[in-house]
């Protein structure tokens, strides 16, 4: 037997190597595999010396040849491959032990140049890798040093490895170049902003298997992009607390999601991935009341995202109720002393709380049989395009939170509407499939006195009952997209109940 060894990720390899070679298995190797191996004292054939012809062209070619891929594709229960094998002159490899080009660790690093990043493209490696998964009823492939233990152990045990531990290693093998090409054709593609492609390749590592999903009986698992942005939720470091849940994890995401609106110290509460307070003050511990009084009822059992480092005082108000997941940017030791008290707690760090997703991130949704990809949803609204509509101009006051109300409005889902007042939320009328329901529901459950509240719309009334609702509840100000044909009603209505209203001209569903 002969076993084709060539590894960027040198991870276990000597010892592969050496009890390949204490089985009578004759060692293939090329460029820096061979000499590590060689200088601890591994019997080594060159690939030159397989192939007749010189590595060349910086190691670029050394591998591209039929010595090599004859080697490997040759059935071996085909008489005319075999005696075709022999008549060239050429042998079988039966185990390739191969490893890529490190191009993702090389787009990782900073500053790293389009050049670089190309000449880490692998092409004898990947080329290789399918050979030999290909012929895996004839041949061993190997693309993670993970699996070097159950080859060698299978080999000694019986002496040859079985069908269904080959199968599952070319499996991996055509998952793992499916993956570094994706990787490569994403790269490049971001590189000069490119359209997405007719043939859409995605590519995630995966984090963790989950539990299970949403529901007990659901199997799942979470995933991370190659290359996820420093503010993004897989960069957080689980302080303490048991295993984050499938739930866990889409709620704080969107808890996060919201709280990157804000620059000013915020908390944003979310319950079942809709915010169900959010609250801005002076500093952290005063935004954590307001979000907490927003909805007293709701939080409980829900997830704090907050921007700025969770000190004493506010983990003290935190541990007053049940918090599934706290996270935020920092927290003192204090703070850390009183949450870890409640043992069922979830305490996340996040540096980059604070950075917003990269403009080319992609909000894709799973629907039966194919996808759908959109751009991500990422500003607010222009300044220079907001219309006051009416004849009564919002105060200063109204303004701040009507642009408050729009911000959390944006991450509630649709039908939704937001009653905010003084920088607080004080009534969220989420997912409704009538707009003069959710903003019924809205204040409804208001858990403050609505007078002088303002009001923000994910989209635009389709009738003036909302202004209408709106005016009974004592709501001065209302801010939402326009673009209905029954704007001029919904303007009309306003002016004669005195409630100031602007336009955006930009919608924010939700779904």
Not at 163 to 182: E, G, R, S
Not at 483 to 495: L, P, Q, R, V
Request: charge should be negative.
């Amino acid at each position: 037997m002969r076993a084709l060894i060539s590894v960027s990720d040198k991870t276990g390899i000597l010892e592969f190597a050496q009890e390949l070679s204490g089985l009578g298995i004759t060692i293939i190797s090329t460029g820096g595999t061979a000499t590590r191996l060689r200088d601890n004292g591994v019997d080594v054939v060159g690939i030159s010396d397989v192939t007749g012809f010189p590595e060349c062209l910086d190691g670029r070619v050394k591998t591209l040849h039929p010595a090599v891929h004859g080697g490997i594709l040759a059935m071996r229960d085909k008489a005319e491959h075999m005696q075709q094998l022999s008549d060239l002159n050429i042998d079988t490899i039966d185990i390739v032990a191969i490893n890529l080009y490190p191009f993702k660790e090389t787009i990782l690093k900073p500053g790293v140049t389009l050049e670089e990043a190309i000449e880490n493209i692998d092409i004898g490696g990947p080329t290789m890798l399918r050979s030999a998964a290909k012929n895996h009823k004839d041949v061993v492939v190997i693309c993670d040093p993970k699996d070097y233990g159950k080859v060698i152990a299978e080999l000694k045990e019986s002496g040859s490895v079985s069908y269904a531990t080959k199968y599952k290693l070319a499996l991996k093998v055509f998952q793992h170049t499916a993956a570094y090409d994706a990787m490569i054709s994403d790269y490049l593609r971001k590189e000069i902003n490119d359209e997405l492609p007719e043939n859409l390749t995605l590519t995630f590592e995966r984090v963790q298997e989950l539990r299970y999903g949403e529901n007990p009986h659901q199997k799942a698992y979470y995933y991370k992009e190659v290359k996820p942005y420093p503010g993004s939720l897989v960069h957080a470091a689980q302080l303490h607390g048991k295993e984050l849940s499938f739930n866990n994890i889409n709620d704080t995401n969107g808890a996060l999601a919201a709280l990157k609106e804000f620059q000013e110290p915020t908390v944003v509460a979310v319950k079942h991935a809709n915010p169900c307070g959010v609250g801005t003050g002076y500093d952290i511990y005063d935004a954590y009341c307001k979000a907490y009084k927003a909805d007293p009822v709701s939080i409980y059992g829900g997830i704090v995202a907050a921007n700025r480092p969770i000190d004493e005082m506010t983990a003290a108000e935190i541990n007053k109720i049940f918090i599934e997941i706290v996270i935020a940017p920092d927290f003192t030791e204090e703070a850390i002393k009183i949450l870890t008290e409640k043992k069922n707690i979830r305490l996340l760090k996040l540096d980059g709380i604070l950075e917003k997703a990269p403009a080319d991130e992609l909000d894709i949704k799973k629907v039966s049989g194919g996808l759908l990809v959109q751009e991500s949803d990422s500003g607010l609204y222009e300044k220079d395009e907001l219309k006051i509509v009416t004849d009564r101009i919002p105060t200063e006051r109204e303004m701040e939170d009507l642009t408050f109300a729009m911000k959390v409005v944006k991450h509630i889902k649709s039908n939704g509407i937001v009653l905010a007042k003084d920088g607080k939320t004080i009534g969220i009328g989420p997912g409704q499939v009538s707009r003069i329901w959710a903003v019924e529901n809205s204040i409804r459950q208001a858990t403050d006195s609505t007078e002088g509240a303002v009001l923000a719309s994910d989209a635009f009334f389709p009738f003036d009952d909302c202004v209408t609702a709106a005016a009974k509840a004592g709501i001065s100000a209302i801010i939402q997209p326009g673009g209905s044909i029954h704007d001029e009603e919904s303007i009309k209505k306003a002016n004669e109940l005195g409630i100031a209203m602007v336009f955006t001209g930009v919608r924010h569903f939700k779904h």
